[in-house]
């Protein structure tokens, strides 16, 4: 059974970040919620699979001409950097508070993407209303 919950995690995680979402959005949830992983250790679990994650989505998103190269060497290191620099302060960090933050997170992102949402629902029962589909 674990490692059917572990497979369906690692699925999830796989299906979002190949889209460019972050599989770590579901993958550390799952991980700790699930799973019962301690908030550190998932998220270090989410930090190893993104590296092969990451690295196929990169290479299917750049042969369908998706990758924009203009500004990539600036937005890598300072990505690298800050990713040293706070896996450091994670690694220090109480449990308690990476799941608050990680939390914190996920709330802000919502804020961020439920005006899309509704954007793009309207615009879905536009051009149904147009089209006379139900």
Do not use: D, W, Y
């Given at each position: 059974?674990?490692?059917?919950v ?50 196929m ?46 939390g ?15 954007k ?15």
């Amino acid at each position: 059974m674990a490692f059917l919950v572990l497979f369906l995690s690692g699925m999830a995680g796989g299906i979002l970040g190949g889209m460019g979402m972050g599989g770590g959005t579901a993958l550390i949830p799952l991980l700790t919620l699930v799973c019962g992983v301690p908030q550190p250790v998932a998220q270090g679990l989410n930090l190893a699979s993104f590296l092969p994650m990451s690295v196929m989505a990169l290479s299917v998103h750049a042969a369908g001409g998706l990758l924009e190269r203009r500004g990539l060497v600036p937005l890598i290191a300072s990505a690298l950097a800050f990713s040293v620099l706070f896996s450091l302060l994670a690694a220090v960090l109480p449990a308690a508070a990476l799941r608050k933050g990680f939390g914190l997170f996920l709330v802000i992102l919502s804020f961020f993407q439920l005006p899309g949402a509704f954007k793009e629902m309207k615009k879905s029962n536009k051009n149904r209303r147009l089209t006379g589909e139900r």
